[in-house]
């Protein structure tokens, strides 16, 4: 189980055992106890609760690109040139200023964690994910 498919197991913010996990991903707890590790290095809040398991203190919105394009004005989602979703990428925006003028009008790029996000002037931030 890799670490995107762990925070959408945990998005729901409830208790899962990490046996569990490890059964349905057929991988050892260790395995998944690395992954926890890496999302807990990215900035994610996952809570251990002893023998009961890992969870987030809170629910969390995975990103889902079925639900955005159904959430999209029908005018808007015509017009749309690309709707792109990432586990990770340094900044969305420089992906977009990357492609120039080969991205269609209305292109988005959108990440669940970025590693070298820009803000106003210029700042440099992290986002983790979820």
Do not use: F
């Not at 900044?91 to 970025?114: F, H």
């Amino acid at each position: 189980m890799l670490a995107p498919q762990l925070l959408s197991v945990l998005a729901t913010g409830e208790t899962v055992s990490g046996v569990r996990l490890a059964e349905a991903a057929g991988v050892s707890r260790a395995a998944i106890w690395k992954q926890v590790e890496s999302l807990r290095s990215r900035g994610v809040p996952i809570e251990s609760r002893g023998a009961a398991g890992y969870a987030l203190p809170w629910p969390l919105q995975i990103l889902d690109e079925a639900e955005i394009r159904a959430a999209l004005p029908a005018r808007l989602a015509r017009g749309l040139g690309a709707l792109e979703l990432h586990w990770e990428i340094d900044s969305t925006s420089s992906e977009l200023q990357r492609r120039g003028a080969q991205a269609a009008d209305l292109s988005i790029v959108l990440a669940e964690t970025q590693s070298a996000g820009r803000g106003r002037r210029g700042r440099h931030w992290l986002s983790p994910p979820g």
